[in-house]
Nanobody
Framework: QVQLVESGGGLVQPGGSLRLSCAAS????????MGWYRQAPGKQRELVAA???????NYADSVKGRFTISRDNAKNTVYLQMNSLKPEDTAVYYC???????????????WGQGTQVTVSS
């Protein structure tokens, strides 16, 4: 089994910064695309940023220029550096990864448990 464990959420004032981390562990042969999604109360879950196995990123328009996604393949970890945070960034942030597990030939998609980010003065 594979687990994704997020950390780094919390309360921050508008204009502040946070760095989220997500570490994958378990029976892993390799990891493809990793990403961060978020879900605010009463809204659908949306993609924030994703990064391929060769570190090619893409971002939602709402976070371009403020958020940076990166990964450390040796540690099976993905990061999300969030700068210039706004109240509308408040949400539960979820890590997501496409993982190739032993004895399988296609990837399986896994989710983390989520971490709360609150931007408020």
């Amino acid at each position: 089994q594979v687990q994704l464990v997020e950390s780094g959420g919390g309360l921050v004032q508008p204009g502040g910064s946070l760095r989220l981390s997500c570490a994958a562990s378990g029976s892993i042969r390799s990891i493809g695309t990793m990403g961060w999604y978020r879900q605010a109360p009463g809204k659908q879950r949306e993609l924030v940023a994703a990064i391929t196995s060769n570190s090619s990123p893409n971002y939602a328009d709402s976070v371009k220029g403020r958020f940076t996604i990166s990964r450390d393949n040796a540690k099976n970890t993905v990061y999300l550096q969030m700068n210039s945070l706004k109240p509308e960034d408040t949400a539960v942030y979820y890590c997501n990864a496409d993982v190739l597990i032993p004895l399988q030939w296609v990837t399986t998609n896994f989710w983390g448990q989520g971490t709360q980010v609150t931007v408020s003065s």
